[in-house]
């Protein structure tokens, strides 16, 4: 398997974590305790500086590739690169939902199943590239489709973990960290 595959499966890992921080603000907020705003403009902060500026491009380099190989198993993988736009699309709209909130007050039930919405439609798209595209591409593209891949694939660090970007997200990987019950990571000397 490629690493740039690997790479994009690691990077799921770390969306799955935020989605599962969602899924608990949103459990918290539901059973009437006071929403974490600053939190939750964190996280849809993120969603929109990484995964829709670098992530899904990525793997859109990739989705090309195997459609120009094997342009039949592309199509029953199905329009990859217009579930990103979507997936912008919605989380534009939930994070505006967000900032609308934060000022509102107490949030609506329309609020809370906008977050319902975006972490179910999240979760079933990367289900379907774990399912689906990523397993396909594996097998068909070969080790020069790789290479120009990796060449085509701009680099960009996680700012999760890009120490650039360590004071922006600081607390989002401690609320990660925390809710993973993993403890502090040896780069992280502060957290509590």
């Not at 217009?82 to 609506?108: F, K, Y």
């Not at 999240?122 to 020069?144: C, I, M, N, T, W």
């Not at 790789?146 to 989002?172: K, M």
């Amino acid at each position: 398997m490629s690493d740039t595959i690997v790479f994009l499966q690691l990077e799921h890992g770390t969306l799955t974590k935020l989605l599962d921080l969602v899924d608990s603000l949103r459990d918290e907020i539901e059973s009437g305790k006071e929403p974490d705003f600053g939190l939750l403009k964190l996280l849809f902060s993120y969603f929109r500086d990484y995964p829709d500026a670098c992530h899904h491009p990525k793997e859109d380099v990739v989705f090309r590739a195997l459609r120009r190989k094997a342009p039949e198993l592309a199509q029953d993988i199905g329009n990859l690169i217009g579930d990103h736009e979507a997936l912008a699309l919605l989380t534009e709209q939930v994070s505006g939902e967000v900032d609308a909130a934060a000022r509102g007050g107490t949030p609506s039930a329309e609020f809370v199943a906008s977050l319902r919405g975006f972490v179910r439609a999240y979760r079933g798209h990367l289900e379907a590239e774990e399912r689906e595209f990523f397993p396909v591409a594996a097998k068909q593209l070969d080790k020069s489709d790789w290479t120009a891949i990796d060449f085509d694939v701009f680099d960009r660090a996680d700012p999760l973990y890009d120490e650039s970007s360590e004071n922006r997200f600081r607390d989002l990987r401690r609320a990660i960290w925390k809710s993973a019950a993993t403890g502090t990571p040896p780069n992280e000397p502060n957290a509590s």
